[in-house]
């Protein structure tokens, strides 16, 4: 099993920024990626930007001149700052890393339990 910890969040100013980091611990033999998704209620979850082994990022379309994503492979960790917030980044954020156990084949998709990100004008 793999768990994904999320931290940062809570409530910002419109127009600040923010910082959320995210923590994978337990049977990991390799993350080919990691990243964050969004999500509001009654929506599909996301991509807000997700960084692949490479140093290739995929950005959500709303996001990406405003987003900075790091990845940190030797802590299995991943940042992300998000720049002149609006009332639409108000949402659920999670962590996803695409993992690999050290006695599996493939890699799957894990996910934390999110992080609330409020917006306030």
């Known amino acids: 099993q793999v768990q994904l910890l999320e931290s940062g969040g809570g409530l910002v100013q419109a127009g600040g920024s923010l910082e959320l980091s995210c923590v994978a611990s337990?049977?990991?033999?390799?993350?080919?990626?990691m990243g964050w998704y969004r999500q509001v209620p009654g929506k599909q979850r996301r991509l807000v930007a997700m960084?692949?082994?490479?140093?290739?990022?995929n950005y959500g379309d709303s996001v990406k001149d405003r987003v900075t994503i790091s990845r940190d492979k030797n802590k299995n960790t991943v940042t992300l700052q998000m720049d002149s917030l609006t009332s639409d980044d108000t949402a659920v954020y999670y962590c996803?890393?695409?993992?690999?156990?050290?006695?599996?084949?493939?890699?799957?998709?894990?996910w934390g339990q999110g992080t609330q990100v409020t917006v306030s004008s």
């Open positions: 996803n890393a695409d993992v690999m156990g050290n006695s599996d084949s493939s890699f799957r998709y894990y």
């Open positions: 337990g049977d990991i033999f390799s993350i080919s990626a």
């Open positions: 960084v692949h082994d490479g140093g290739r990022v």
